[in-house]
């Protein structure tokens, strides 16, 4: 008999069921078939699905259902981006263990999408907390560690107070951190880094091999990479018997110089406060401008500050004595962290001088017309005009005197040409429990030891104290802490930081192609088989975080044969937010709908349909 009423719940629950019983979804190399690995990023388990995700669930799940009709082999897997600050916060807060929590949050939310009648292969489920993930989490690192890659120094980092870590730069947004939105200071730390700066060129020129991601999110990793091309030449300090080296784009103002711009962080201040009178209020400046936000720093609108220090350089294209200023808007991490002051060429630069009766010289003039420095109100920016004031190269059109100064300065050995990155490397340390050891072990007599391979993982231990501030809780465990030398059998201490998560997420989708292997990550002939990535699926936000990370771990891996392609997803779908009140539909705004009022009342095609046709995929959607 026909029901009058179609009743979502019977019809969903029976086809459900049954795809869960005869696993529907699983899927196997099949290579008498043309493959499609069909891919959203994966969720953190905060507890509940809200509308955002069944929107990008949906996209993903119509593009794989729609392959696999078309006669496609289609991986299309889930799982859990389970380590980080939530399930710590969680157990702080509530004296839970995160990983009570986590798991917990992850049964919940299985349950939900399983209601949503997602097109998953469950047997390939990975939870990046579990100790078979991260093992390979592990493993990776002392692969990128053997391979020259990840290398502890000092630096001065990003810290956040309230989630009591450091971040790497991407991570930080408007001089906020990305996780709390918490004012972000700078400490001086030791801590892991992966060198992505030697992936610099390839990651900006392999942007051309994607086609099939938005030009969007090409333009923003382009933007983030920054390379430029330039004169990176020195100034000697007689009064210090030193020198001061600087990157610059515009080797055409070198003869323009009247001052030097010291970043507050650079390592040459500490010899120019010794015998200082001024040492006291150079210092004083320092501290205060090292605690500002980069943004407060660069921006064109904020004030410049400087302190002069009573000490010259030789500008070695004029023989000039140039004063040297410590100021709040040059940046140590940025070319070599000092910049030379070009009044007339640099608007910055145009007004520090302003406040600080610093001479001016003009040497750039638009094509035909001189300019006077007494008729000049703001610095002269454009891309084209001849050299004035510049001894032999006066006369000269700015770009070939670009190429002619930079010949000078090779051929006296006082500079040499350079090509520069704003990208920095990936500060991967983090001071938090709920996170992959890393896998080091200090020796008194060895130095940094790696663990190895057949002791992996490093577990996590369970006596720990969550209220460590600054050091991180795994130094709280005195059985973790201590333990023996691999190479002598001398008493050591362990690492006590943990690895930044977006560690975890950098290498998911290729455990996905073979989950369960226990002897490797994947195994590489599978991994070939369904990588890269078809399609990947998931929020913008990720553009210069999580996308350009991955792309940096799949360069490493093919270099090191476990990989035979270049880039990890070769079409990207950025779908638009899900906005509630104003604001990206988040649990941290307390502004989520939950799908569960939606499913129970209108079954899941409902919930599906309408998210799908409410706006387009890349189109932000009001709820």
Same mark, same amino acid.
């Given at each position: 008999?026909?029901?009058?009423?179609?009743?979502?719940?019977?019809?969903?629950?029976?086809?459900?069921?049954?795809?869960?019983?005869?696993?529907?979804?699983?899927?196997?190399?099949?290579?008498?078939?043309?493959?499609?690995?069909?891919?959203?990023?994966?969720?953190?388990?905060?507890?509940?699905?809200?509308?955002?995700?069944?929107?990008?669930?949906?996209?993903?799940?119509?593009?794989?259902?729609?392959?696999?009709?078309?006669? =496609?082999?289609?991986?299309?897997?889930?799982?859990?981006?389970?380590?980080?600050?939530?399930?710590?916060?969680?157990?702080?807060?509530?004296?839970?263990?995160?990983?009570?929590?986590?798991?917990?949050?992850?049964?919940?939310?299985?349950?939900?999408?399983?209601?949503?009648?997602?097109?998953?292969?469950?047997?390939?489920?990975?939870?990046?907390?579990?100790?078979?993930?991260?093992?390979?989490?592990?493993?990776?690192?002392?692969?990128?560690?053997?391979?020259?890659?990840?290398?502890?120094?000092?630096?001065?980092?990003?810290?956040?107070?309230?989630?009591?870590?450091?971040?790497?730069?991407?991570?930080?947004?408007?001089?906020?951190?990305?996780?709390?939105?918490?004012?972000?200071?700078?400490?001086?730390?030791?801590?892991?880094?992966?060198?992505?700066?030697?992936?610099?060129?390839?990651?900006?020129?392999?942007?051309?091999?994607?086609?099939?991601?938005?030009?969007?999110?090409?333009?923003?990793?382009?933007?983030?990479?920054?390379?430029?091309?330039?004169?990176? =030449?020195?100034?000697?300090?007689?009064?210090?018997?030193?020198?001061?080296?600087?990157?610059?784009?515009?080797?055409?103002?070198?003869?323009?110089?009247?001052?030097?711009?010291?970043?507050?962080?650079?390592?040459?201040?500490?010899?120019?406060?010794?015998?200082?009178?001024?040492?006291?209020?150079?210092?004083?400046?320092?501290?205060?401008?090292?605690?500002?936000?980069?943004?407060?720093?660069?921006?064109?609108?904020?004030?410049?500050?400087?302190? *002069?220090?009573?000490?010259?350089?030789?500008?070695?294209?004029?023989?000039?004595?140039?004063?040297?200023?410590?100021?709040?808007?040059?940046?140590?991490?940025?070319?070599?962290?000092?910049?030379?002051?070009?009044?007339?060429?640099?608007?910055?630069?145009?007004?520090?001088?302003?406040?600080?009766?610093?001479?001016?010289?003009?040497?750039?003039?638009?094509?035909?017309?001189?300019?006077?420095?007494?008729?000049?109100?703001?610095?002269?920016?454009?891309?084209?005009?001849?050299?004035?004031?510049?001894?032999?190269?006066?006369?000269?059109?700015?770009?070939?005197?670009?190429?002619?100064?930079?010949?000078?300065?090779?051929?006296?050995? *006082?500079?040499?040409?350079?090509?520069?990155?704003?990208?920095?490397?990936?500060?991967?340390?983090?001071?938090?429990?709920?996170?992959?050891?890393?896998?080091?072990?200090?020796?008194?007599?060895?130095?940094?030891?790696?663990?190895?391979?057949?002791?992996?993982?490093?577990?996590?231990?369970?006596?720990?104290?969550?209220?460590?501030?600054?050091?991180?809780?795994?130094?709280?465990?005195?059985?973790?802490?201590?333990?023996?030398?691999?190479?002598?059998?001398?008493?050591?201490?362990?690492?006590?930081?943990?690895?930044?998560?977006?560690?975890?997420?950098?290498?998911?989708?290729?455990?996905?192609?073979?989950?369960?292997?226990?002897?490797?990550?994947?195994?590489?002939?599978?991994?070939?088989?369904?990588?890269?990535?078809?399609?990947?699926?998931?929020?913008?936000?990720?553009?210069?975080?999580?996308?350009?990370?991955?792309?940096?771990?799949?360069?490493?891996?093919?270099?090191?044969?476990?990989?035979?392609?270049?880039?990890?997803?070769?079409?990207?779908?950025?779908?638009?937010?899900?906005?509630?009140?104003?604001?990206?539909?988040?649990?941290?705004?307390?502004?989520?709908?939950?799908?569960?009022?939606?499913?129970?009342?209108?079954?899941?095609?409902?919930?599906?349909?309408?998210?799908?046709?409410?706006?387009?995929?890349?189109?932000?959607?009001?709820?």
């Amino acid at each position: 008999m026909i029901q009058e009423k179609y009743a979502p719940h019977d019809i969903e629950a029976k086809w459900q069921k049954y795809w869960e019983e005869n696993k529907t979804f699983k899927v196997e190399m099949d290579k008498d078939k043309p493959k499609s690995y069909v891919l959203e990023m994966f969720p953190y388990p905060s507890g509940n699905l809200h509308m955002g995700h069944v929107r990008n669930y949906s996209i993903g799940d119509v593009i794989a259902r729609f392959r696999t009709m078309k006669g =496609f082999n289609v991986l299309h897997p889930m799982g859990w981006d389970s380590f980080g600050m939530p399930a710590e916060n969680a157990a702080i807060k509530h004296n839970i263990p995160p990983k009570k929590w986590t798991l917990e949050n992850i049964a919940n939310m299985t349950r939900q999408l399983k209601a949503l009648g997602l097109s998953y292969d469950w047997d390939r489920e990975v939870t990046t907390c579990k100790e078979d993930y991260y093992k390979w989490t592990q493993w990776f690192f002392e692969l990128f560690y053997k391979r020259g890659l990840a290398v502890k120094k000092e630096s001065a980092v990003n810290w956040c107070d309230t989630c009591n870590t450091v971040l790497a730069n991407e991570q930080v947004i408007d001089g906020k951190c990305w996780r709390c939105d918490h004012e972000v200071v700078k400490k001086d730390l030791s801590q892991w880094f992966f060198k992505i700066t030697d992936y610099a060129d390839e990651l900006l020129k392999d942007l051309d091999l994607l086609p099939g991601w938005p030009e969007r999110v090409k333009t923003m990793q382009h933007n983030w990479i920054g390379r430029s091309e330039g004169l990176e =030449f020195s100034f000697e300090i007689p009064a210090l018997n030193d020198t001061v080296a600087v990157y610059t784009t515009r080797p055409d103002t070198a003869y323009g110089v009247t001052f030097m711009a010291l970043a507050a962080e650079h390592p040459l201040i500490k010899k120019i406060c010794e015998n200082n009178p001024k040492a006291d209020e150079i210092n004083a400046f320092c501290e205060r401008v090292r605690n500002q936000s980069e943004i407060e720093r660069t921006s064109s609108e904020s004030e410049k500050e400087g302190v *002069f220090t009573g000490v010259y350089c030789i500008n070695p294209f004029t023989g000039r004595k140039v004063e040297i200023w410590v100021t709040n808007y040059v940046l140590y991490d940025y070319g070599t962290g000092a910049v030379m002051g070009v009044p007339t060429g640099d608007q910055r630069d145009w007004m520090f001088a302003d406040k600080y009766g610093i001479e001016k010289i003009v040497t750039i003039c638009p094509i035909g017309k001189e300019l006077k420095l007494e008729e000049m109100t703001c610095a002269y920016e454009e891309k084209e005009g001849m050299l004035v004031n510049s001894g032999e190269f006066t006369g000269m059109e700015m770009h070939k005197a670009m190429s002619a100064i930079m010949d000078k300065a090779e051929a006296e050995g *006082f500079g040499k040409r350079r090509v520069n990155y704003r990208l920095r490397d990936w500060l991967i340390s983090r001071q938090r429990y709920w996170g992959a050891p890393i896998p080091i072990i200090y020796c008194p007599h060895c130095g940094e030891v790696l663990v190895p391979e057949d002791q992996l993982p490093v577990r996590l231990p369970e006596d720990v104290s969550f209220t460590a501030g600054a050091k991180s809780p795994l130094a709280t465990s005195e059985e973790f802490v201590h333990c023996k030398c691999p190479k002598c059998g001398a008493d050591a201490i362990r690492e006590t930081d943990t690895m930044d998560t977006f560690l975890c997420s950098s290498w998911y989708y290729l455990r996905y192609t073979d989950a369960h292997n226990d002897k490797m990550p994947f195994d590489k002939e599978l991994n070939n088989y369904w990588g890269p990535v078809d399609q990947y699926i998931g929020g913008i936000e990720h553009a210069i975080l999580h996308l350009l990370y991955s792309r940096f771990f799949v360069k490493v891996l093919r270099d090191a044969g476990l990989v035979d392609y270049d880039e990890p997803f070769s079409n990207l779908l950025t779908q638009g937010m899900v906005i509630k009140d104003g604001a990206k539909m988040s649990k941290s705004l307390g502004n989520v709908v939950s799908p569960e009022e939606i499913l129970s009342k209108y079954g899941a095609d409902t919930a599906r349909l309408f998210i799908l046709f409410a706006a387009p995929p890349e189109r932000e959607l009001e709820w």
